[in-house]
T-cell receptor, first 112, second 114 residues
Framework: NAGVTQTPKFQVLKTGQSMTLQCAQD?????MSWYRQDPGMGLRLIHYSVGAGITDQGEVPNGYNVSRSTTEDFPLRLLSAAPSQTSVYFC???????????FGDGTRLSIL | GENVEQHPSTLSVQEGDSAVIKCTYS??????FPWYKQELGKRPQLIID?????GEKKDQRIAVTLNKTAKHFSLHITETQPEDSAVYFCAASIRVTGRRALTFGSGTRLQVQP
């Protein structure tokens, strides 16, 4: 099993560009989530999904969109990148929201 | 809104001493409380978790205690070793925009001095 796979690992964007961070899991987990991690700020929840076709906003959803068309995939889209979105992005999955979460290796995103 | 607060933000101990990290939460219906360890440049990894129907759980040198009445839970690491140096995050399953989601504290940087 690969677990949770995030691509790309690193990305540099210019302000105003859009892009999609990919997240895939092969554990048949229903619950998936996206976090961003800024220095000294911990992990802040962006969006989450309790199953295919269902998505919800987290603590810091502005500037990001998600979709969950399949159980396996949960892509995160940056609509118009801003320097404030420079961060490390982690995707995580678990069988349910009150079960151990498995994290991907993260995507380090820099926006100039 | 509902949140999770974590203290202290940094903690330095001598090798062999104990370390305690505390978290409080606001959602009285929270039922799941995991702790994660994150080494520099790595992903967070689960080290121990506890559910609301249990008061304490141990795994070798690590233990977690939960006080539902006071809405706080703590991580205890005994006989600390240099390899315990990392950032530790608590989390709680709290209600966010209508459904429950895992929300994290701001982290504690633990340094174990040899």
């Amino acid at each position: 099993n690969a677990g949770v796979t995030q691509t790309p690992k690193f990305q540099v964007l210019k302000t105003g560009q859009s892009m999609t961070l990919q997240c895939a899991q092969d554990m048949n987990h229903e619950y998936m989530s996206w976090y961003r991690q800024d220095p000294g700020m911990g992990l802040r929840l962006i969006h989450y999904s309790v199953g295919a076709g269902i998505t919800d906003q987290g603590e810091v959803p502005n500037g990001y969109n998600v979709s969950r068309s399949t159980t396996e995939d949960f892509p995160l889209r940056l609509l118009s990148a801003a320097p404030s979105q420079t961060s490390v992005y982690f995707c995580a999955s678990s069988a349910q929201q009150n079960q151990p979460q498995h994290f991907g290796d993260g995507t380090r995103l820099s926006i100039l | 809104g509902e949140n999770v607060e974590q203290h202290p933000s940094t903690l330095s101990v001598q090798e062999g001493d104990s370390a305690v990290i505390k978290c409080t939460y606001s959602d009285s219906a929270s039922n799941y409380f995991p702790w994660y360890k994150q080494e520099l440049g790595k992903r967070p990894q689960l080290i121990i978790d506890i559910r609301s129907n249990v008061g304490e759980k141990k795994d070798q040198r690590i233990a977690v205690t939960l006080n539902k009445t006071a809405k706080h839970f703590s991580l205890h690491i005994t006989e600390t070793q240099p390899e315990d140096s990392a950032v530790y995050f608590c989390a709680a399953s709290i209600r966010v925009t209508g459904r429950r989601a895992l929300t994290f504290g701001s982290g504690t940087r633990l340094q174990v001095q040899p």
